[in-house]
């Protein structure tokens, strides 16, 4: 990673970082310095909760983890991790392979499971794997949380005109079925698209979808 | 690649649970009905029976239920039995589903055709049989596949004039059944071959008559068994039981046709061997359970039997050794290397006998004295290793865990100090910190191999001034991260002024260690809060006292007083032996060991050791 220039102003969120959790300091140092060694910014916690209790949004990159740790445990890690506003990727170090847990972290969504014997390649490119991951999620969170503050703009009725909408429907159906005039409607309509930014239906159909609106209804039609 | 392996074994799981009828393994079971026209007393049908299942359950993936009935037609001759026996055949076996079907038929085909076509339309048929009757069209009509295994006469014959060329009479015992007849047949087609040796045939008279008649058989005479399913009394006679029957009178020698009567005192013959027959018929039906049609496979005829002589009847009759074939097994010969060498032996045994009498008279007055000592302390010691070791099997998950933490941590810092030293102007003060680093984490790991292994150590007691404290602590982390992994709290509560005790380090720990991870197995079943472990230990009546409770599901009322007996356990993996060995340890410390259920909840393990003088 570039290591940051100390003469750019202070960044307002921190960059990609390596959070490294593990109960026992001496292993802790020593993967910290070879992680640091490698070019990366890494930050060392000895226990989840500390870690948790310092957790932001706006912090970047990846978690590297023990699984047995005193206290909350790296697979309760994970799980508190994935219900934060930030779930961030991780990636589970154990000093013995533990068939049934590391089944359990995959499903959770883990990036890796590694023992604490592999080689350092092995980290690192579970690392690298890891850190691109966090970017390509952080920019789909991004682009999420986007759409969800344009269609936030929208009023009640303007949202159940688009329903219809994306359903096909043509301006009379519509009115029709909620009661109103035609015109309406097409104000409506004209009032959506200006809103989100869009031309065509097509659009429109995508953009609901991408964000998962109106799914619930569609099988009852 | 892990996750895969692991999906992969539940997905099979799920496809095994489709299946009604399988074993653990997840292989369909096969179920093999065997019917058999003689009864229990047959014992060359026995053998095949034998044989036919070892060999099958042998070469089968799958595992086989074997279904065995016996008409036993010897006894019961009359029509109506063998309708009955259909009867019950179809009405037991209506709701079974059946595999294949072994039939053993011995008077007709019938049992291996048109009874299991009747009953079982469907299901596959494989028969053995040995007998000289004619193969009906009706069974290649069936589709049935099977061994017929003639009787070896040529073979026979041969061997006899081999044994004894200067046999001059030959008599047959032979009986009436149609299968009876057909052997007879036989063998008076092959008589008809041989030269020179006149051929007689005691088939009219009942065979109880045989054993006064054969007292004065004319020299040169031998007596060839043939099959007697039943006489002209209508009895049916084994050949082992003709056999017996014979020998104590028979002043001529008697040869057979099956193996079974081997060791009777008959002289052999190229005999058919039920075991041997058994394994082929095992390879086919086999071949027929893996799906493959009986159509297909042609019946087999066998003419060829073994040649088999029982070397204490080659004695009896003076038969010369020299004579019996190479090709030809000799059973029941006793080790020649005794003959040769018998003087020898008997001398070096005596040596032995003397020598060995005179080194237990030193030695008696000596051993008496410390023997019942020895004994008990060499059990003792012996016992504490079993243990030990079994209880390091549950630790050693835990030391290995405990192991890779320091060498995970040396293998990074090694890395990391590559990476450093690859750096244009690598920083000194950095790799002498990991160096240092490195041999922290080095000695880390040898502590915990020390450990282990003076935990695995076959010691025998010793005795020493010991510091509970230290002992305890030590024993507590060694548990520490067992613990940890079942989310167990342990806690310590040791007075402060607890004597030094007398006693061996490593058994003390061992039994601590044992109350420790019973009192955890105790609490599998708990709810978080009362997951607690604790060990106490403090003075009390010139004493001191140890505890460890647990918050666990207690002790039955009725087995408090019994836990400490040898093989008594209360849980399903354990094996009983752990609280014996322990109260064994105790007490040969000079302590009391006792168990009893806390008011509250759990149970609590209390021992006593001496202070040190």
Redesign the interface.
């Known amino acids: 990673m570039n290591p940051t220039n100390p003469a750019s102003p202070a960044p307002v969120t921190p960059p990609p970082t390596i959070y490294i959790l593990d109960d ?1 300091a ?2 802790l ?3 910290t ?2 992680l ?3 070019g990366y910014q890494v930050e060392a916690f000895e226990s989840a909760q500390v870690f948790l209790d310092k957790l932001t949004p706006g912090m970047s990159g990846c978690v590297v983890t023990d699984l ?1 740790m ?1 206290g909350l445990n790296g697979l309760q890690l994970q799980a508190a991790l994935a219900r934060s506003a930030n779930p961030m990727p991780v990636i589970f ?1 154990s ?3 533990d ?1 049934p847990k ?2 359990h972290a ?1 499903r959770g969504g883990a990036e890796d ?1 590694l ?3 592999g ?2 390649e092995e980290l690192l490119d579970a690392v690298k794997r890891a850190l691109s991951r966090d970017v390509r999620e952080r920019k789909q969170r991004g682009r999420m949380q986007e759409l969800h503050d344009l269609f936030a703009q929208l009023s009640e009725r303007e949202l159940e005109v688009l329903g219809h909408v994306v359903q096909g429907k043509l301006n009379k159906q519509i009115a029709d079925e909620l009661g109103i005039n035609e015109r309406t409607v097409k104000l409506h309509r004209t009032n959506i698209t200006r809103t989100l930014q869009v031309q065509s239906v097509a659009e429109l159909t995508r953009l609901t979808e991408e964000l998962g609106l109106f799914k619930k209804n569609r099988p009852s039609e | 690649m892990m996750l895969l392996l692991t999906l992969g074994i539940f997905s099979q799981t799920r496809d095994v649970q489709a299946q009604p009828s399988t074993n653990i393994y997840g292989a369909p079971i096969k179920r093999v009905l065997m019917l058999f026209s003689e009864g229990r007393e047959s014992s060359g049908g026995l053998m095949l029976e034998q044989s036919i299942q070892a060999e099958m359950q042998k070469r089968s993936t799958n595992p086989i239920e074997f279904y065995v009935e016996r008409m036993d037609v010897g006894r019961f001759s009359d029509p109506m039995h063998s309708r009955l026996f259909q009867d019950y055949l179809g009405k037991k076996y209506a709701g079974r589903h059946l595999d294949l079907i072994i039939a053993v038929p011995s008077r007709d085909y019938s049992l291996a055709g048109e009874v299991p076509d009747a009953l079982f339309p469907n299901v596959p048929v494989v028969f053995v049989t040995v007998n000289e009757l004619e193969v009906p069209t009706v069974l290649n009509k069936l589709g049935v596949t099977g061994i017929i295994q003639r009787f070896d006469l040529r073979g026979t014959m041969a061997l006899i004039l081999k044994l004894q060329p200067d046999t001059r009479r030959i008599v047959v015992v032979g009986g009436t059944s149609s299968s009876d007849r057909a052997t007879l047949n036989r063998i008076e087609e092959v008589s008809k071959t041989v030269e020179g040796v006149e051929f007689g045939f005691w088939t009219n008279e009942p065979i109880a008559a045989l054993p006064a008649a054969a007292k004065n058989l004319p020299e040169g005479t031998v007596i060839l068994l043939s099959t007697v399913q039943r006489d002209v009394t209508g009895q049916q006679y084994m050949m082992p039981q003709m056999a017996q029957m014979l020998m104590p009178t028979a002043n001529s020698p008697i040869y057979v046709l099956g193996s079974s009567a081997l060791g009777s005192g008959v002289v052999g013959g190229a005999v058919i061997d039920p075991s041997d027959l058994g394994v082929r018929t095992a390879q086919l039906a086999g071949h027929i359970l893996t799906g493959v049609s009986p159509r297909s496979v042609p019946i087999e005829i066998d003419t060829s039997g073994t040649q088999m002589v029982d070397w204490h009847a080659l004695q009896r009759w003076h038969i010369n050794e020299s004579r019996v074939p190479p090709e030809c097994f000799v059973r029941f010969q006793p080790v020649s290397l005794w003959e040769e060498h018998r003087h020898l032996i008997l001398f070096t045994a005596a040596v032995f006998v003397l020598q060995a009498a005179t080194i237990a008279g030193l030695l008696t007055q000596r051993r008496q004295r410390r023997r019942a000592e020895m004994m008990l302390l060499s059990q003792r010691t012996e016992l504490a290793h079993v243990s030990r070791v079994s209880t390091m099997g549950q630790l050693a998950s835990s030391l290995a865990h405990e192991l890779n933490q320091p060498l995970g941590a040396i293998l990074r810092n090694a890395e990391a100090g590559e990476l450093f030293l690859q750096k244009e102007n690598p920083d000194l003060d950095e790799i002498r910190a990991i160096l240092a680093d490195i041999r922290k984490d080095d000695e880390r790991a040898g502590n915990v191999i020390n450990r282990m292994r003076s935990l695995l150590k076959r010691r025998s007691l010793e005795s020493d001034p010991l510091d509970l404290h230290g002992l305890i602590e030590e024993t507590v982390t060694l548990a520490r991260s067992d613990a940890a992994s079942r989310r167990i709290h342990l806690s310590m509560r040791l007075a402060s002024d607890l004597p030094l005790v007398l006693g061996d380090r490593v058994h003390l720990q061992q039994v601590l260690l044992n109350l420790m991870l019973n009192g955890m197995d105790a609490m599998g079943a708990c709810r978080t809060a009362d997951r607690v472990l604790s060990v106490q230990a403090q003075k009390l009546d010139g004493h001191v006292q140890v505890a460890v409770k647990d918050r666990g599901t207690g002790i039955p009322a009725d087995k408090v007083e019994r836990v400490f007996e040898p093989f008594f356990s209360t849980k399903n993996e354990g094996m009983g032996m752990g609280l014996a060995i322990s109260r064994t340890i105790i007490e040969a410390h000079g302590g009391t060991i006792r168990a009893e259920n806390n008011p509250d909840k759990g149970a609590s393990f209390i021992f006593t050791l001496k202070p040190a003088p």
Do not use: H, N, W, Y
Request: no cysteine; hydrophobic share 40%; net charge positive.
């Open positions: 026992d001496s292993f140092k020593s993967a310095r070879l640091r060694a490698s047995e005193p170090l000093a013995q392979g068939i590391t089944v995959m499971f023992t604490k014997l080689p350092k």
